[in-house]
């Protein structure tokens, strides 16, 4: 039920913005993230956000580049990617828990909830 969107072809130090929302409940009390997969890679850990209080976290990779938030009013969350390199170049995926928060935000376990994934890809 989560609908990942926003995803494009975009040159080298250019920005995008995904979204990912619920249809079906509300992000209360939930926790939502990021991951992305690279061709020929795992899965890994982009962003999180702690829906109740706006507390987010971060891959090393992406800190400083890439912001993540949300629209309660929307049921939206929202990754901005800026400065963008090849090495950004995957499908991202959102993800949410089914309720909580859980201390391990950059585990694919710790999600219930996926989306079917966005392509982003950064070339010239």
């Known amino acids: 039920q989560l609908q990942a969107s926003g995803g494009g072809l975009v040159q080298p130090g250019g920005s995008l913005k995904l979204s990912c929302t619920d249809s079906?409940?509300?992000?209360?009390?939930?926790?939502v993230a990021w991951f992305r997969q690279a061709p020929g890679k795992e899965r890994e850990f982009v962003s999180a956000?702690?829906?109740?209080?706006?507390?987010?976290r971060y891959a090393d990779s992406v800190k400083g580049r890439f912001t993540i938030s949300r629209d309660r009013a929307k049921n939206t969350v929202y990754l901005q990617m800026n400065r963008l390199t090849p090495a950004d170049t995957a499908v991202y995926y959102c993800?949410?828990?089914?309720?909580?928060?859980?201390?391990?935000?950059?585990?694919?376990?710790?999600?219930?909830?996926w989306g079917q994934g966005t392509l982003v890809t950064v070339s010239s």
């Open positions: 956000i702690r829906w109740g209080d706006g507390n987010t």
């Open positions: 079906r409940r509300t992000f209360t009390n939930r926790g």
């Open positions: 993800a949410a828990t089914n309720s909580g928060w859980n201390v391990q935000y950059y585990d694919l376990n710790a999600y219930g909830n």
